[in-house]
């Protein structure tokens, strides 16, 4: 992990963030780290650290949790995010070929970012849209009945 | 602080006038569904010309009829005539209703579900009697889609409270009992009585007790419990509330998915009406109990949907579960007793504190009472959220209120409880839904997912997909669960990938009952049901797979071959452009082929050649399936 680049993030949001939690204990930890992730966008090694040093608990604590749940990632987004449904009601219509187009399209694999931070590639266990599935979400619009072959002109939308 | 009777008092008033009200109302499905079909945009035009051309009207946005596939949905109430629920609503249509209907004498017949409320309109039957309705029996449910979800007033005048002011009265024993009678069983997924959990926790030594409503619903393919917060948050809150009470409980948390904004934002709406009308904080309505609640967010994995993971993720560790007992009835959060009861489950309690365990018991089995929601989806025609009488069969639920397969295709499984679950053959279909009969059948009920398989689904594949799910899902504390489940994939891998031999299906059962055996959580031990399952009743698509290295489904990719026929071939090149590794060539208006060696066995090919063609075909070992040809392209269509 490169702490270096990355030297230069402002603590002020983070200090924010714990003032809003006087006396953090463990129960806080995940709250913490999801308002972290909502002021930064990801979870920043250094603003973990900070936050390590300021509320007493220990960094290994803090890692082991950030790395437990899916949501919270340690690296920065792009900007957009793409979520592609991979639950049951989506995979026995065809679900599995949308996220291999998507994939194929952008030459990234699940959970990772384009490396012009262009799109964020994510899959998910189910949108709660069952009957539009397949379906796929790019930031908050919803793409429903989706085909392969619809997916390159959708994400051309996004630049 | 209005005292509740202040407020029961207003809240009708205000329901009463909403009913016959003088000017027109819209409301608008705008769940999550709603939102994801269209329904924002639709708003947003309707709200304009309400304001633009200054429409003496009122837009409301409910919650889900669970007519998920007529989406967005809305009902419109013009005064002096019934009202009447439209589905697939666009921007164009509901200025079309508004013009037409709410202000001209055309009802819309063409795009109306039926009436809402008594009354004649030329053309139009009754909403209940729509063919995904009629067989339905909505208790749970009863509220979503009708009242506004953000107006504690729509509840409160539809008996909301009623429930808790009851247990209140009868006092915590009592309302035990009743519970006891209605033989309400937790919908998490266990079906575990409800009424011998809280007695547990009641007997637990200490003072300080814990309720915890388990929002976190994980099953890949199941929103039951987003929809009944969204279009309904108070009845699970009263549920909360009837909870705390009868346990003695200070302190009530609702774990609810992050992915979940909406039904979030709803709870914290409501917990803070709540607080408003007095039902939380010190000495509810005088009554000497003190509660409050806290929302805690999930961040996002299946496993925190077991209890014990639950709770050591609301204590803000990794959520990974603990060996039981101690279970969490005797020692739970922070080391205290300590019930978790899932969204559903609560959201029964005011029923039946209202009406009666008898009255609820009304519906349901010997053994399964009451009413059951499930998420219908999968290749069924009609999706959406239903709510069923439990013991009704599968086939009623399917065809009856699903309206069976699309495309005349023929039904070939059931999935119910997600990967926990297992696969119901269609000849089965007579089976009950209860829970006695669903694990009988290898499956169980689970908390509500009912994914619909036809001819065209691949069981291998299926099997496949839960176990990368439930491998992928698996905590990794326990080695048989671990390590079980990564190689009872790798095995489905092998066969799907046609590398598989006779041996691997024995292999498969055996390490299927160890980690069914050895496991330390439901994860674990649930795992090998969709495996277990599909070789129980569909043995020989296994065999197929192995022994005649074809995947009679069409599904697993690395058994199909894909193909051009030369005499449907026109060459007009579009394959050629789609694929991805340019495996196929031809010259312009000639034949094309596809180079075996280079194929990827992607299937854009095949989708894209157009279908008055259809001259891309798909081999799987000895077998061979062509696409339905169209003579001519359909222009209406
Ligand atoms: C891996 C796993 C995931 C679970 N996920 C959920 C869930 O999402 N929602 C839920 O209510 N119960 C879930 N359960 C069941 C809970 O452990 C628990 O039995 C349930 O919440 C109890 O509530 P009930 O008695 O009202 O059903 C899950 C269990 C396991 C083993
Ligand atoms: S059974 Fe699986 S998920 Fe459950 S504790 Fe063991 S390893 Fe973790
Ligand atoms: S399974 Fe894809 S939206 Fe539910």
């Known amino acids: 992990m490169d702490f270096g680049k990355e030297g230069s993030l402002s603590i002020e949001p983070l200090d924010k963030i714990l003032a809003s939690v006087p006396n953090a204990g463990f129960g806080d930890l995940i709250p913490i780290l999801q308002k972290i ?20 608990i220990t960094a290994s604590r803090i890692y082991g949790v950030a790395t437990f749940y899916e949501q919270f990632h340690l690296e920065p987004h792009g900007r957009h995010t793409i979520k592609c449904c991979r639950g049951t009601a989506c995979h026995v219509r065809g679900g599995r070929n949308i996220i291999r187009a998507i994939s194929r399209t952008l030459g990234v694999e699940e959970s990772e970012t384009t490396e012009d931070m262009r799109f964020t590639f994510e899959t998910v266990a189910c949108l709660g849209t069952c009957f539009l599935a397949p379906v796929m979400m790019v930031n908050n619009d919803y793409y429903g009945h989706m085909t392969s072959n619809k997916v390159k002109d959708i994400l051309e939308r996004y630049s | 602080m209005t005292s509740l009777q202040e407020a029961f008092t207003k809240a009708r008033i205000q329901w009463d006038k909403l009913q016959d009200s003088k000017v027109p109302i819209f409301f608008v499905g705008a769940a999550t569904c709603g939102r994801a079909a269209g329904a924002s945009e639709m708003l947003e035009r309707l709200r304009g010309y309400i304001k ?16 998920c596939y007529l989406e967005p949905l809305v009902i419109v109430h013009k005064p002096g005539a019934p009202r009447v629920c439209y589905g697939n609503v666009g921007p164009d249509e509901i200025i079309a209703i508004l013009e037409n209907h709410v202000l001209g004498n055309d009802p819309c017949a063409q795009w109306a579900l039926g009436k809402v409320t008594a009354g004649e309109l030329e053309g139009i039957g009754d909403f209940n009697e729509h063919p995904m309705l009629r067989r339905q029996v909505r208790r749970i449910l009863r509220n979503c889609g009708l009242i506004d979800p953000e107006n504690s007033y729509h509840y409160l005048a539809r008996d909301g409270y009623r429930g808790f002011l009851k247990a209140l009265e009868i006092g915590p024993g009592k309302t035990l009992e009743e519970v006891k009678a209605s033989g309400l069983r937790g919908r998490g997924g266990a079906g575990f009585p409800t009424w011998r959990k809280w007695q547990f926790c009641r007997n637990a030594p200490g003072e300080t007790k814990y309720l915890i409503c388990n929002a976190d619903e994980g099953d890949p393919g199941a929103f039951m419990n987003r929809s009944l917060i969204e279009g309904d948050p108070h009845a699970v809150l009263e549920g909360v509330l009837i909870a705390g009470f009868t346990l003695g409980a200070s302190q009530g948390y609702i774990y609810c998915r992050a992915e979940y904004p909406l039904a979030i934002h709803r709870l914290e709406l409501a917990i803070g009406q709540m607080r408003e009308l007095g039902l939380l904080g010190e000495n509810i309505q005088a009554s000497g109990f003190s509660f409050d609640l806290t929302i805690k967010k999930g961040a996002g994995a299946f496993v925190c ?54 009255w609820y018991a009304q519906y349901g089995s010997e053994s399964s009472k009451g009413t059951k ?19 009704i069969t599968l086939k009623d639920v399917i065809y009856d209120i699903g309206g069976g397969i699309p495309s005349d295709k023929v039904l070939k499984a059931v999935q119910t409880g997600g990967p926990s679950g297992g696969c119901i053959p269609a000849e089965k279909m007579d089976l009950t839904v209860d829970y006695e009969s669903l694990t009988e059948a290898g499956s169980i009920m689970g908390s509500g997912g009912m994914i619909v398989l036809d001819e065209d689904n691949c069981m291998v594949d299926i099997a496949k997909y ?35 031999e006779m041996a691997d299906l024995d292999k498969l059962e055996t390490i299927a009952q ?13 795992a090998p049901n969709p495996v277990l399952t599909t070789l129980r009743y569909f043995r020989k698509e296994y065999e197929d797979h192995i022994e005649k290295c074809r995947c009679p489904a069409f599904v697993c990719s690395q058994m199909i071959s894909y193909h051009i026929d030369r005499d449907r071939c026109t060459g007009c090149g579009a394959c050629a452009r789609i694929c991805p590794v340019k495996a196929i060539s031809g010259e312009a208006k000639k034949p094309h082929v596809i180079d075996q060696h280079v194929c990827i066995h992607c299937g854009a090919c095949l989708s894209t050649c157009p279908d008055v063609y259809a001259a891309v075909y798909r081999r799987s070992g000895e077998l061979t399936r062509y696409e339905a040809r169209r003579e001519k392209r359909d222009k209406t269509n």
């Open chain 2, 514 to 526: 160890t980690v069914k055996d050895g496991s330390l959580c439901g994860l674990g031990q649930t």
């Open chain 2, 373 to 391: 929601t499930f998420a219908l989806a999968g290749k069924v025609e009609r999706t959406g959220l239903v709510e069923v009488p439990l013991g």
């Open chain 2, 52 to 67: 633009a051309k200054s429409v003496d009207a009122l837009v409301i946005e409910v919650g889900c009829l669970g007519l």
């Open chain 1, 37 to 56: 992730q909502a002021a930064y966008g990801y979870l920043p090694p250094s603003v973990l650290m900070a936050a390590s040093s300021r509320t007493g």
């Open chain 2, 466 to 500: 839960f176990l990368s799910f439930t491998q992928e899902e698996s905590c990794g504390k326990c080695p048989p669960c671990r390590v079980g489940t990564r190689a009872m994939l790798s095995i489905l891998e092998r066969i799907s990938a046609g590398e598989g």
């Open chain 2, 305 to 358: 949907g077991e209890e014990t993971a639950l709770i050591a993720s609301i204590e803000g560790g990794r959520g990974m579960p603990r060996p039981r007992p101690p279970f969490p009835a005797e020692s739970g959060l922070w080391g205290k007793p300590t019930v978790i009861q899932n969204v559903e489950s609560l959201g029964n309690l005011p029923l039946i504190l209202n009406n009666g365990a008898k």
